[in-house]
């Protein structure tokens, strides 16, 4: 199952069983620059290409968190 967020953050979808086809609709949302949640044991965790500072930016601006810079090897 997968659910299109439908609220004022960020987030583009969030990932609900790992099925081939959500697993490719959620690349194809990172690649355009969007961001989705990943259930874990505990929390969601969120997604997004970590080379696009839109992207990044969006992650922060879902956590309410100020805007700083990362580190990506």
Known sequence: MRIAAQTNTAIS???EGNDAKN???VAKL???G???AFPTETVYGLGADAYNEEALRK???T???K???LKVR
Do not use: C, G
């Open 30 to 32: 990172i690649q355009d």
């Open 63 to 65: 956590n309410n968190r």
């Open 13 to 15: 979808m969030i990932l």
């Open 67 to 69: 805007v700083m810079t």
């Open 34 to 36: 969007q961001v989705a």
């Open 59 to 61: 992650i922060f601006k």
């Open 23 to 25: 697993i490719m609709d």
